[in-house]
T-cell receptor, first 110, second 114 residues
């Protein structure tokens, strides 16, 4: 089955700084999703990437899927305290089910 | 448009009891998936229902079961509760559950087993 790894495991940045979170798959990705979770709450859908080389942006968050479709990155520009939370990547496991990475915990210091 | 609604938000049970959790998907969504989230194991897929049929199942014991009604609402049941079942249970819905569709999550039910 497909496995997703994320790095770093946790991240503490000063407000205003840029940061990048990575997601690596053990198999070719046919759909990669980024979610954000605040502690004890549900997941908020951020973006979906399907094609190799695809890049999407929403406000200050940009997600990319590499050409080989095995790695994705999530970049936050000029981070704010509202960006704090746990970021998870998820992928369709070849139609069997849906798998998630372990998550990256982001803290933004004011 | 209302989001995914899960009830109850919090639940406390003791070992050996059983519990039923409820999920109402976004209107028009026919696929409902359930996940268990724990600090040690992360987010793990339990099962997916579509048109009242279980379509996919994760690697959980038979104590975990679910069903879906004709209005797409879903319930999951856990019998003979164990301490390790303490977790946040999340429900997610999508239009048809196929590939390349984002799932939309509820706020979850936090289950604590004493």
């Amino acid at each position: 089955s497909q496995e997703l790894e994320q790095s770093p495991q946790s991240l503490i940045v000063q407000e205003g700084k840029n940061l990048t979170i990575n997601c690596t798959s053990s198999k070719t990705l046919y759909g990669l999703y980024w979610y954000k979770q605040k502690y004890g709450e549900g997941l908020i859908f951020l973006m979906m990437l399907q094609k190799g080389g695809e890049e999407k942006s929403h406000e200050k968050i940009t997600a990319k899927l590499d050409e080989k479709k095995q790695q994705s990155s999530l970049h936050i520009t000029a981070s704010q305290p509202s960006h704090a939370g746990i970021y998870l990547c998820g992928a369709d496991d070849y139609g069997q089910n849906f798998v998630f990475g372990p998550g990256t915990r982001l803290s933004v210091l004011p | 448009k209302a989001g995914v609604t899960q009830t109850p938000r919090y639940l406390i049970k003791t070992r050996g009891q059983q519990v039923t959790l409820s999920c109402s998907p976004i209107s028009g969504h026919r696929s409902v998936s359930w996940y268990q989230q724990t600090p040690g194991q992360g987010l793990q897929f339990l099962f997916e229902y579509f048109s009242e049929t279980q379509r996919n199942k994760g690697n959980f014991p038979g104590r975990f079961s679910g069903r879906q009604f004709s209005n797409s609402r879903s319930e999951m049941n856990v019998s003979t509760l164990e301490l390790g079942d303490s977790a946040l249970y999340l429900c997610a819905s999508s239009k048809t559950g196929g590939n390349n569709q984002p799932q939309h999550f509820g706020d979850g039910t936090r289950l604590s087993i004493l």
